[in-house]
């Protein structure tokens, strides 16, 4: 049986595979370190529920709802759409650690404030990322803006409709 200890964990590439390390096929997991000043990927949402877990010292989730400060042991779910958006943000002078984690699986991430779509495979080698044209992806209806592709890729179109919409 492999073991990983989330306090203790050495983060030597950005952050720490958790889920791969103990040899998980369905829990995506990973350990993520956020010195002072520092945020974690844009702000996002996703077609399927994420999970946070503050690991240690203290950080500011930004949510559709505002601000939220977190301390260490504060657990929060995310739910698919745009109501699970998210950002974190290390906003105090002391480094903060958590640990997010989601289903394995190709994953879609809708980022509003750029207006960009992620379509992430388990094969990395095939991720994508385009902005429509003629619409904004947070759109006013609470989801995808009208819009299309900016190009083609790989000439494949790219067509998905989440549950949530």
């Known amino acids: 049986m492999e073991t990983v200890n989330i306090f203790s964990a050495k983060n030597v590439e950005g952050r720490v595979d958790v889920g791969q390390a103990v040899g998980s096929t369905a829990t995506l997991m990973f350990i993520y ?12 949402y996703e077609c399927e529920e994420e999970w946070l877990l503050v690991v240690d010292g ?13 301390e260490r042991g504060d657990l929060v779910c995310f739910p698919p759409g745009q109501a699970g ?8 002078e002391s480094p903060a650690r958590t640990l997010m984690f989601s289903k394995r699986g190709p994953a879609i991430v809708v980022y509003p404030d750029s207006d960009t779509i992620g ?4 094969d990395e080698a095939n991720q994508l990322v385009f902005k429509p044209h003629g619409g904004a992806v947070g759109g006013g209806r609470g989801g995808l ?3 299309r ?3 083609r890729v790989r000439h494949y179109r790219v067509v998905f409709i989440p549950d949530w919409l």
């Open 119 to 122: 379509v992430f495979p388990s």
């Open 33 to 44: 370190d956020l010195a002072p000043g520092q945020g974690s990927s844009p702000y996002h």
């Open 145 to 147: 803006g009208q819009g």
């Open 58 to 70: 203290t950080i500011v989730l930004r949510a559709p709802d505002g601000a939220h400060t977190l």
């Open 149 to 151: 592709l900016t190009r």
């Open 85 to 92: 958006a998210h950002k974190l943000m290390n906003r105090s």
